[in-house]
Structures are given as C-alpha cells and as structure tokens.
C-alpha cells in the first residue's frame, strides 16, 4: 500500500476492531452488571438495545450527514461521541444513566462504522483495493469473535466497568491520529431526511418499549399498549412518509422489489433468532453451568470464531451452487444449530453436548453475509447500491433489538432467573421460536427471484459494515 494508504487502514481498522468488539463484549457481563447495578432482565435487554437501537437507526442519516460535511470531520466527531460515551458507561452509577450512555454509544458506532469503509476505499488504489478490503473485513471479524472473550477476561480479572474504559484510551489516540492520518472527502450533497428518522426512533423505541416491558407490567397495562400501537402507528407513518418525500432516508421504491424485500426480511429475521438467543445463552451458561464470564467467552468461540474460518468458502460456494443456495444452507445450518441447544440443554448439560450446536450456528453466520451482500446489490440499482447495503445493515441491527425483546418476552413468560430449572424452562422455549424462525427464513431464501441480467444490477459487492456483529 502507499503511505497515505495505509496510514488511513491504521486509523480505520483499529476504530472498526473497537466497535465490533464493543457489539459482543458487553455480553459476558451481563450477568455482574445485573448484580453491581440491582437491575433485571428488562435492565438488561435495554442495555443492548439502547446501543442496537440507535446504531441501527442513524446508520443512513449519518452517511448523509457526512457526504454534506466531511466524512474525515464526521468520523472524527463519532469517535469523539463514542470515547466519552463509554466513559460515562464505565462511570454509571445506575442502569438508567448506563442504558443512556449505551445509546449515545450506539450514535457514535453508527457513524463510525460505514465511514471505516469509505474513507478506506477512497485513499486505496483501484488495484489494492481488494487486499485491503479483506483486511477490512478481517479487523471486524476478529472484533465479534474476541469481542465475548475479552469481555469475560475483563469482567473477570478487574470490572464490568473496564469493557467499557478499554475504549477510552484506544479512543484518544484515534482523535489524535485521524486528523493527521486522513484525507478529507465529501460525497453528493444530500437533503437531510430529518422528519424520517425522527419518526422512525420513535416509532421503534415504542415497540420495543412494548415488548421488553409486556411481561412486567401486563400486556394489556396502558403503558405497554401505548407503546405497541403508538410505535406501530409512528412506523406506519414512516413508510406513509418515506413513500412521498422528495429525498427519503429509505426509498420505498426499492421493496417494491420482491426480492429486495424477501432478502432484507431474511436478514432481519437472521439477527432477530441469532442474537436473541445469543442474549440468552451467555447468561444460561454462567447462571446456571456456573461458568465464569472469561470461561463463557473462551468456550463460544466455536459459534463467534467459526465465521473466520468458514467466511472464506463462500465464493467457491456461490460460484458452484448458486447464491440463494448457499444463503438457504447458511441459514439452515444455523436453525439446525439452535435445535440442536434446544434439544441438548438443562441444567446439568455438559459443554461437550453444546460444542456441535456452537459450531453450526458459527458454521451457518459464516456462509451469511457474503451471499446476503451479493443479493441485496443484486436486487437495486446501480444508484441505489449504497442505500441498499445500508438498508440491509440497519435491518439486521434492528432485527437484533426485536429479538432480545420478543425472545426476551417468550423467556419470562414460560421462565426466570431464580434458579437453573426456572431458567431452563424460559431458555427452551426461546430458543424453539429462534429454531422455527430460521428454519422459515432458510424456505423462504428459495422464494428469492432470480435476477434478470437483461435488467439493471448492481456490481459485485465490497464488504459490508453490516458484518460487524449484530
């Protein structure tokens, strides 16, 4: 690479490596931070889908923002939100100032993330941008699979608060170092879709709202009825929105497409089982297998590290059996995975009885993306590309939030955290609806339509930023 080239992997890839860490690392200390701070399962579904939520909804408006201001000035500004919003987490005296800072958190990751990618590309030459590209993607992949690993060393050998204060360090050396390292650059100048995203957060925040606190204070209580219909009512307005504005956040054009739409759900769907049952699971294996946080992340690095050494498959794959094939067997592998915990799991379950679903579920994330990226760019306009792969990424964020909410919901209404039976009798059924829900979505890939080569087709996709954890 050249200098500038590679000053400008340095400044990007170590912010990427911090956020896709931070998306898993909170994960193992879960269970201190529902001791230190007195909270319940609720304290905890919103201590990640606080960061979720916001990470998924500003992904598109922050590209905007930055095409019109300055990518390089953007990004420097996320770091600066993110650095002092896990500062204030690691100092939260409480679950709710820790659940505002995970949010503020989130923003910033929202902003850092895409912005990784395109600074990259533009300061790489043409013919090194593949190289540096997979680079790119191996710095995310390393983050979410060390991510539940460094996270339960952390916990462990010092505080919960320490996840949080690792980044503040990695933080201030990036402030000093992007502003020397990169190159300023300016996309399209595009309209601000304000009234959208405003619509859309709040719309969101109060289905989630809903769900997480349906089982605590009643299904039909006024506060969780208003939640599910004021933000069912606000989506509804989003989309009404969105149809007629003269520059969207999200063209509803694109799902007129039915294979747009079909992928985009699948991706959704995805997040939604995955990571709702991953939410879990970690707290299952230290709850009740007494496992300690370090010994929970080094032991379900079958599941977050198998991607690493699958993900390379995926070309050879689609090359020889199609695209929808492989993302039909990506999630079939995944939803045989989940049945297979299901089936083996109680409390007196060994790990070695785990080990072969981990390694499915890893298997089947693995194979995800890459034939997920190809068909979402497959499916939109050479124009479109962009908004497209954001689409899908801001997709599969929030499909992570409604999973550890409904998921979350399936497990307190059949179960709790009062022992290992009671958990095991919440976990099971959460994880039978995320094994039915994958096992629909890998049917459903085959429904996507093929692409007709005499119409209008996106080009082979980069990596997305999508594949940073969630």
């Not at 699979?145 to 460094?150: C, F, Q």
């Not at 080094?298 to 050494?309: A, I, K, Q, S, Y």
């Not at 929808?324 to 989940?338: I, K, S, T, W, Y």
């Not at 022992?419 to 919440?426: E, R, W």
């Amino acid at each position: 690479m050249r200098p500038n080239a590679l000053r400008t992997f340095i400044v990007t890839g170590i912010a990427l490596f911090m956020v896709a860490l931070d998306n898993l690392i909170v994960t193992n200390a879960l269970p201190a931070i529902r001791a230190d701070l007195h909270t319940g399962l609720e304290g905890l579904e919103w201590t990640v889908n606080a960061y979720t939520l916001t990470f998924g909804v500003l992904l598109l408006p922050a590209a905007a923002v930055a095409d019109r201001f300055g990518r390089r000035r953007l990004f420097v500004a996320g770091l600066a939100v993110f650095t002092l919003a896990s500062a204030a987490a690691a100092l939260a005296p409480g679950i709710g100032t820790l659940i505002a800072a995970r949010a503020v958190q989130g923003a910033g990751g929202a902003v850092i993330t895409p912005l990784t990618l395109t600074l990259l590309a533009a300061a790489v030459p043409p013919a090194r941008r593949g190289v540096a590209l997979a680079a790119w993607s191996m710095m995310s992949g390393l983050g979410v699979a060390l991510g539940p690993v460094v996270g339960g060393a952390v916990t462990e050998y010092a505080t919960w608060q320490w996840i949080f204060w690792l980044n503040v360090p990695v933080g201030a050396v990036l402030l000093v170092l992007a502003p020397r390292f990169l190159t300023e650059s300016r996309g399209a100048a595009k309209r601000l879709d304000l009234a959208g995203t405003a619509l859309l957060t709040a719309g969101l925040l109060g289905v989630v709202l809903g769900l997480v606190r349906g089982n605590e204070h009643g299904w039909t209580s006024p506060q969780v009825l208003a939640g599910l219909v004021g933000g069912g009512v606000l989506i509804a307005a989003f989309v009404a929105y969105e149809t007629r504005a003269a520059h969207p956040m999200l063209p509803m054009r694109l799902f007129r497409d039915r294979g747009f739409s079909t992928v985009n759900a699948i991706a959704l769907v995805m997040s939604f089982a995955v990571f709702g049952a991953v939410f879990l699971l970690i707290q299952f294996l230290q709850s009740t297998q007494h496992m300690s946080p370090l010994e929970a992340g080094v032991r379900t690095l079958p599941w977050t590290g198998m991607p690493l050494l699958v993900a390379p498959l995926t070309a050879p794959l689609m090359a020889r059996i199609g695209t929808r094939a492989v993302l039909a067997a990506a999630l079939a592998f995944q939803a045989a995975g989940l049945g297979w915990l299901a089936a083996v799991t109680g409390p007196a379950t060994t790990y070695g009885e785990f080990v072969p679903g981990f390694v499915l579920a890893g298997a089947g994330m693995g194979l995800f993306f890459p034939p997920l990226a190809r068909l979402v760019l497959d499916r939109a306009p050479v124009e479109y590309a962009g908004v497209a792969s954001g689409t899908s990424n801001a997709l599969r964020q929030l499909g992570t939030v409604l999973g550890i909410a409904v998921l979350g919901a399936v497990f307190a209404a059949n179960g709790d955290m009062s022992g290992p039976q009671a958990f095991t009798d919440g976990l099971l059924p959460a994880l039978w609806v995320g094994t039915a829900t994958l096992a629909a979505a890998a049917a459903a890939a085959f429904l996507i339509p093929p692409v007709s080569r005499a119409g209008t087709t996106a080009a082979a996709p980069a990596p997305e930023p999508a594949e940073v954890g969630a």
